[in-house]
């Protein structure tokens, strides 16, 4: 039974490799990236069931709108897969407090936006 599934961070790493799986298996499959040209190839191999969006994961309402993009676009919504986000590599002493800041953003709150936006369409469809 295929799924409708959204992705964040889905450009590269475990996001892309995940996408690809998904869309070989014949999954619908929104994937998020601040940047779309990687998916090029994808949105051409797989037109039907690839949605690709542009998104910043630190952006509230662009998540939101990402989340009823995916779901008006594929009528329904079975999967979220947070997979956005970002590390920093340093002695707690040494890294910034805007860098942390913006660690945080992506980690925390836009795991945290992703989950809010989908949670009443899982609802919604009973899931």
Partial sequence: ????????????????????????????????????????DLAEQYPETFLPISLDITNREAVFGAVDKAKNHFGSLDVVINNA????????EEVGEKVTKDVFEANVF???WVTQAALPIFRAQKI
Avoid: H, P, Q
């Avoid at 986000?85 to 707690?92: E, K, L």
């Fill in 1 to 40: 039974m295929e799924k409708a599934i959204f992705i964040t961070g889905a450009s590269r790493g475990f996001g892309k490799f995940w996408t690809e799986a998904f869309l070989k298996r014949g999954d619908k499959v929104a994937a998020t990236s601040r940047n779309i040209e990687a998916y090029k």
């Fill in 85 to 92: 986000g970002y590390g920093v590599f340093g002695a707690v």
């Fill in 110 to 112: 836009g795991t945290l």
